[in-house]
């Protein structure tokens, strides 16, 4: 027996009923590609900004670097700490010069003196930031704390409502496909309730009789795993000059090569399991 | 080859066969005769095992098909070879590819398919016919291809049920002709029909039945009724 060949020519006899199937699963694996897309970006968004040093520590003039190095030996002992690196009145003065080398007046009349050494501090954690920085406020030498403490949440935020909102949809996308794959593979096997008769008396096996019907469920779900591959990416590709200039500054485009068929082998083995599944129902239930 | 011992087979309150008994040996050519609702057709479906007795042995060989597994059914019809009155092709596959279809169902060396369909088509008449698809066929036509679909992978025996049953005089005879010259090759044949000058004119084996009972079985024999 041939099963792909008997399934390509069920599809062939029947090109509405796959049109259907497949464009529904290409809707959902689309969708589920913009997601994991937007939700992976996010996550380099909220990545980059969690390991900037988000706590940074001005200190007073008059504060000695002996007393800043014992404030960072007692931060790098609590643990809680990626990293701390110290920035000296003469450091700021040159990140200074560099962010205003276009601006000559700017530099003008600047001196390391009225520059603060300061201290940036990362966490493993970016909960524990206020833990951070009330920690170092109650330091007599400290003049001023800042933190990106709001970014951070509201990115933190954004992304779990990113990916609750995309599980969701994709969860309910894949049903809908499941069902869809169980109706048209179902509504076939009634169409062909006499050729699986026929096919019965000449001696075909159970296989023989239900592999057309599964490898079917299997192609409308790689084809439409595979054309929404092809529809995302190029959407993609298409939209990157304009993402690259909108998020500026961060490491986010162009996405890198290997992403992309990473992508492609997820959504075709998402492909086969549902168009496996729907087909492994639909001959469960309607070829006893 | 086909042993039947004491079989009924009961729909319900109707007795479809009552208590038959017959054999037939390997080579043989024997018509099942008898108006319709005689039972002939449920013989031929318990031979396939469409349907199980209600009491009594049937053997094909020596197995006993009652008492076959639904798995091994498949392969109880493998050893078949099965003509029906409404041809049952499949109708999206062209004649070549109906009669290779039993092939690749037995597992036969794919290289080896073609050659193979192509000898049968040609006993068969059919060689000019083996891309057209069912409906575009001829009622003799169609049957001639149902006989090589059946007798393609050379089974042990040819169940025919009424093969004549749709076609006029001429192409029926056309087809005893064929269903005669796959006999000498050796094969059995168990062929149930109700065309009484078929029957005769074959003066072969004739077992008779009338509501459900076996009423004559004859070598040689004749039609004995008058539908």
Not at chain 1, 12 to 25: E, K, M, N, V
Not at chain 1, 37 to 63: N, W, Y
Not at chain 2, 120 to 134: K, V
Request: net charge positive; charged share 20%.
């Amino acid at each position: 027996m041939k099963p792909l060949q008997t399934a390509l020519r069920h599809i062939r006899r029947a090109p509405y009923q796959a049109i259907a199937a497949i464009s529904t699963c290409m809707l959902t694996f689309t969708i589920a590609a913009i997601f994991i897309m937007v939700a992976l970006g996010s996550s380099q968004i909220l990545k980059f900004f969690e390991t900037r040093p988000e706590v940074t520590v001005f200190f007073k003039d008059e504060a000695s670097p002996n007393q800043i190095f014992s404030v960072k030996e007692k931060l790098e002992k609590t643990g809680i700490t990626a990293s701390v690196r110290y920035i000296s009145k003469e450091e700021a003065l040159e990140i200074y010069r560099e962010e205003n080398k276009s601006d000559p007046l700017l530099l003008e009349m600047v001196t390391a003196n009225i520059l603060p050494a300061s201290l940036e501090i990362s966490a493993h954690d970016p909960a524990l930031l206020k833990t951070i920085a009330e920690m170092v406020k109650s330091e007599p030498i400290v003049e001023e704390v800042l933190f990106q403490e709001d970014i951070i949440s509201s990115l933190t935020k954004w992304t779990n409502a990113i990916r609750i909102t995309g599980i969701t949809l994709v969860l309910a996308f894949a049903f809908q496909t499941f069902t869809i794959f169980l109706i048209i593979i179902g509504m076939k096997i009634s169409l062909k309730r006499e050729e699986i008769e026929i096919l019965n008396l000449i001696g075909a096996s159970k296989w023989d009789i239900k592999a057309p019907f599964i490898y079917e469920g299997i192609i409308y779900g790689l084809t439409g795993g595979f054309l929404s591959w092809v529809f995302a990416v190029t959407a993609l590709l298409y939209a990157t000059p304009f993402l690259v200039s909108f998020l500026a500054g961060l490491p986010v485009l162009p996405v890198p090569l290997w992403f992309y068929p990473l992508l492609l082998g997820g959504i075709l083995a998402a492909g086969f399991i549902l168009g496996s599944l729907g087909s492994l129902v639909a001959v469960r239930r309607f070829l006893k | 080859m086909i042993t039947f011992d004491k079989v009924t087979k009961n729909y319900g309150n109707i007795t479809a066969l009552s208590e038959i008994t017959f054999s037939i040996s390997q080579g043989e050519f024997a018509f099942l005769t008898g108006p319709s609702g005689s039972g002939k057709t449920t013989i031929i479906k318990l031979l396939l095992r469409e349907i199980t007795p209600t009491s009594g042995t049937i053997k094909i060989g020596d197995v006993d098909i009652k008492k076959l597994k639904p798995d091994k059914i498949p392969i109880l019809r493998r050893r078949l070879g099965v003509v029906f009155q409404d041809f049952k092709l499949l109708p999206d596959r062209t004649v070549f590819e109906n009669v290779a279809l039993t092939l690749e169902i037995l597992g036969e060396e794919k290289k080896s398919i073609p050659k193979k369909v192509k000898d049968i088509l040609a006993i068969t008449e059919l060689l000019d016919r083996a891309n057209l698809f069912p409906a575009q066929l001829a009622g003799g036509e169609l049957q001639r291809a149902v006989i090589a679909r059946a007798v393609v992978g050379k089974p042990d025996l040819l169940l025919a049920d009424e093969p004549t049953g749709n076609l006029d005089p001429t192409t029926s005879s056309q087809i005893m002709k064929l269903l005669k010259t796959i006999h000498q090759k050796g094969t059995t044949i168990l062929m149930a029909t109700h065309n009484a000058g078929i029957v005769n004119e074959m003066t072969q084996r004739v077992i008779s039945l009338k509501k459900g009972k076996l009423i004559k079985d004859e070598q040689s024999g004749k039609y004995p009724h008058k539908d």
